[in-house]
């Protein structure tokens, strides 16, 4: 928090600014200790108006009390929270110091009902169905992909995987590999990650959607085909469907022919594994597309960055590398299908900028 000329600067995702301190209405700032806890933490500045400008508490001892008493009552769970006194120039403010929580969700809780909120941007709104199932599972110290079924392993084959697990790493498969590796259980039942790489893979959203348009936009298909599949045949499929449809050039050199594709084999296959392995599998109704034009080939997955920002606002070469699907991505890695360090991204932009022109 900064202070310049007696005004805050200024309200984010990581602020709200409040002028007084609604008794009435509680749920309206209840609602953003909700999403400061089951996102990213925050805090709640009493005492300062829409605008930034400092204009004191005249009881700050009795709205801490108050506020204190309706987080305690009105949270489930209670997440941790503190009341720091701000004194400036004569004013007194309150900042409401939310932690973020570790036993997500945190839900409002008002007449039977319970609701949990996000931050996005600078406002605290409702979580949807997608929204609260990741933030149980982070709840529960969880990722989708590692989640058990009821679903027996013994019951499914493994075929795929492990004739693809011998020609890539030129070892001998062992199906102790699919406890390790995190597709099956102990007890014998299969992982959501196991689902995905199962023979006869029944996922409904585990699909790539691949068309070739005419021109530069969306308008007739010269080619569109769909897949449903395990996510090793997926990747096959997207691939083969790439080749078919992009076009392979060559120049004549002193002493041999040089290839000159339109797009870096690698980059693709780097930008493929990454949207299967990063996608957001908790969206039912989405699925992989290949779109490829005239002058690009765009790859869309379901579901935002991991940490809820725009890609446009980021610098590639600064993004962390972050797992949604940890599971997945490990299995991927000891298929040694991608890096294993780094960010995909900027693998995919150096190696498209490393095609000669």
Known sequence: MQIHNNTLIAECSAY??????????????????????????????????????????????????????MIKARLDPVPEVQLIPIEHEGHTLLEVKVKTGT?????????????????????????????????????????????????????????????????????????????????????GKLTNAGLLFVDNCTVFQSRIFCTRWT?????????????????????KYGMDFIKNYTMSGWVKMPNYRLNLPDYSDRAIFEGLVNHLIHRDYTVMGGEVHIDIYDDRVELVSPGAMLDGTQIQDRDIYKVPSMRRNPVIADMFTQLDYMEKRGSGLRKMRELTEKLPN
């Open 16 to 69: 709200d600014f409040k002028e007084m301190l609604e008794r009435k209405k509680v749920k309206s700032w209840l609602k953003s200790v909700s999403a400061f806890a089951n996102t990213d933490g925050g805090s709640l500045f009493y005492g300062v108006n829409d605008d930034g400008v400092i204009v004191g508490l005249e009881n700050p001892q009795a709205d801490a009390d108050f506020i204190s008493e």
């Open 103 to 187: 036993l997500t969700p945190y839900y409002y809780y008002q007449d039977g009902t319970r609701t949990a909120y996000m931050r996005i941007g600078n406002e605290s709104v409702e979580c949807n169905s997608q929204q609260l199932l990741s933030l149980v599972l982070k709840g529960t110290h969880m990722t989708w992909d590692s989640f058990p079924t009821q679903v027996d392993a013994s019951k499914h084959s493994f075929i795929i995987l492990a004739n693809t697990f011998r020609e890539q790493t030129h070892q001998e498969w062992n199906d102790k590999y699919l406890e390790s590796f995190g597709l099956v259980t102990p007890d």
């Open 215 to 235: 021109g530069l936009y969306k308008d007739d298909a010269i080619g569109s085909v769909e897949h449903r599949a395990n996510l090793v045949l997926l990747l």
